[in-house]
């Protein structure tokens, strides 16, 4: 198996809204993401998509907003 770390990002402000509005939203919460090395050693980084997020759980489109921070750390951590 090649080297993989899982990150967890959680905000309780931002979570919270989503997970009220449905909460089969808690299976995507808190944002996850993968980092992972392929077999040329490059290294990924995986996650779903706010957008995915939002359209899976039937939420209101504008609640995508909530997840972007998250998402900003990880394309940061990426870099």
């Known amino acids: 198996m090649r080297p993989m770390q899982a990150l967890v990002f959680g905000?309780?402000?931002a979570g919270t809204p989503l997970l009220?509005?449905?909460?089969?939203s808690g299976l995507d919460l808190p944002v996850k993401?993968?980092?992972w090395q392929d077999a040329e050693g490059k290294v990924w980084v995986s996650f779903n998509d706010p957008e995915y997020v939002v359209r899976r759980h039937g939420l209101e489109?504008?609640?995508?907003?909530n997840l972007a921070g998250a998402?900003?750390?990880v394309?940061?951590?990426a870099g």
């Open 75 to 77: 394309a940061k951590a």
């Open 33 to 35: 993401a993968l980092a």
């Open 71 to 73: 998402v900003a750390l």
């Open 20 to 24: 009220v509005a449905s909460p089969r």
């Open 61 to 65: 489109e504008g609640l995508a907003r």
């Open 11 to 13: 905000n309780p402000r």
